[in-house]
């Protein structure tokens, strides 16, 4: 029996941000799942780094599942051509099924949303709600702020050095794409 496909769900803008390699970037992973035959768990919307991953990924030939609440289908136009797209009732019940369908998170650059997004799954991870892993694309630094701020509640004794550690922070999107396949791929052994 085929095992099941890995699951990726992905946090990123909702806009397109001022920096062109973030675009390419969302777009090569979007094609890397594709290519890789995974699924790819987002948003449901069409704009801003969001379309981009889910449009590159659907053309690559990837499975791709959005989740949107009706509420904002005009406002990130719910994306048509989706293999399943799932209009839920509120913020709460689409983050939710988004962190369900995950085997592992990715944060790409993005804006408040992808910062609350990204906080609900390491904070369920602080607290053992769930084990997945959760990758940070960190291109030019990005993320390095919000490490440096995590950073500083460590040394203030607000959180403890593993949770930190948890989260995978990598430099590229190579280096995303091989941690992706060490957590997630095919066995080798
Ligand atoms: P942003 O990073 O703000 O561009 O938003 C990225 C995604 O996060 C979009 O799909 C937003 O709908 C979603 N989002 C925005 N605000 C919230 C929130 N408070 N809770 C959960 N998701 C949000």
């Known amino acids: 029996m085929t095992p099941p496909k890995p699951s990726l769900t992905v946090f ?11 675009i390419d970037d969302a777009a090569a ?7 890789q035959s995974w699924h790819l768990v987002y948003g449901g919307g ?3 780094l969001m379309g981009e991953i889910a449009r ?16 904002l ?3 990130e136009v719910g994306l048509d051509g989706l293999s399943r797209l799932e209009v839920v009732s509120d913020m709460a019940v689409r983050k ?9 998170f990715v944060v790409l650059p993005g804006g408040l949303g992808t910062l609350d997004e990204f906080f609900e799954v390491a904070t369920l991870l602080q607290l053992d709600y769930h084990r997945k892993p959760i990758l940070l694309l960190n291109r030019d630094g990005f993320w390095d702020p919000l490490i440096a701020l995590v950073q500083r509640q460590v040394h203030a004794g607000f959180v403890s050095q593993k949770e930190l550690d948890a989260w995978h922070v990598l430099a590229n999107l190579e280096a995303l794409q ?10 080798t052994s």
């Open 29 to 35: 992973l979007g094609r890397w799942i594709g290519e």
């Open 56 to 71: 590159a990924a659907l053309q690559a030939g990837a499975e791709v599942t959005g989740i949107i609440p009706e509420s």
């Open 12 to 22: 990123c803008g909702s806009r397109h941000g001022q920096d062109p390699a973030h």
């Open 73 to 75: 289908m005009k406002r």
């Open 178 to 187: 091989a941690r992706c396949l060490a957590l997630l791929g095919p066995k």
């Open 46 to 48: 069409n704009v801003g």
């Open 96 to 104: 939710q099924a988004l962190i369900e369908l995950a085997d592992a």
